[in-house]
């Protein structure tokens, strides 16, 4: 049973534009989420995170949006730029979970010239 | 570069062969994972070790045996799989154990085929 969700499996977008990259979750137990960003033949690397006392969390052109009462969760690129073309992960926790991420399918995120 | 490093990067193997993939972690950190992502899936948590010492088991079949010989290291030991384990194995590591807010670092995976 999936626990959260990405439901858009691509999305394109044009350099300098933004990227919003979604997901939903469905356990309201968890209070800690992150958006993890995989290049091909590389593990996921930690992008941002923001836990549920939060509505935003900001770092340079990266901003992870919650809306808890719709458990759903946004990432914004902005300005998108070509090394940007990755897999993007969304994961969520609990803080008593240890560790127990529950990871979403991954959205590919191409950047056009 | 990845500071959680995974060996070997791809492993074939037999359905009868024994393999063990390898981890290793200089960052101080005390708690370590295994996950197995299949393709267009997310990683699927299989094993967390805390302390060196086993903490949660996904239920995961007695073929995968995790083993942690000291704080800086993870090997999964394989025996026996079906070639539906095919699969990247990921490793990761995080600072604390007993919370879950804190991100985790991961290796960049072993691609593992079984014939």
């Known amino acids: 049973d999936q626990q959260v969700k990405q439901n858009s499996p691509s999305l394109s977008v044009q350099e300098g534009r933004i990227s919003i990259l979604n997901c939903d979750y469905t356990?309201?137990?968890?209070?800690?989420f992150l958006w993890y960003k995989k290049y091909p033949a590389e593990g996921p690397t930690f992008l941002i995170s923001i836990s549920s006392i939060k509505d935003k969390n900001e770092d340079g052109r990266f901003t992870v949006f919650l809306n808890k009462s719709a458990k759903h969760l946004s990432l914004h690129i902005v300005p998108s730029q070509p090394g940007d073309s990755a897999v993007y992960f969304c994961a969520a926790s609990s803080l008593d979970s240890w560790g127990k991420f529950q990871f979403g399918a991954g959205t590919q995120v191409v950047v056009t010239p | 570069d990845t500071e959680v490093t995974q060996t070997p990067k791809h492993l074939v193997m037999g359905m009868t062969n024994k393999k063990s993939l390898k981890c290793e972690q200089h960052?101080?950190?005390?708690?370590m994972y295994w996950y197995k992502q299949k393709a267009k899936k997310p990683p699927e948590l299989m094993f967390v070790?805390?302390?060196?010492?086993?903490?949660i088991n996904e239920s995961v079949p007695s073929r995968f045996s995790p083993e942690c010989p000291n704080s800086s290291l993870l090997n999964l030991h394989l025996h026996a799989l079906q070639p539906e384990d095919s699969a990247l194995y990921l490793c990761?590591?995080?600072?604390?154990?007993?919370?879950?807010?804190?991100?985790?670092?991961f290796g960049d995976g072993t691609r593992l085929s079984i014939l």
């Open positions: 990761a590591s995080s600072p604390a154990d007993t919370v879950g807010d804190q991100p985790q670092h």
């Open positions: 070790y805390s302390y060196e010492k086993l903490s």
């Open positions: 960052m101080g950190h005390r708690a």
């Open positions: 356990n309201s137990m968890f209070d800690y």
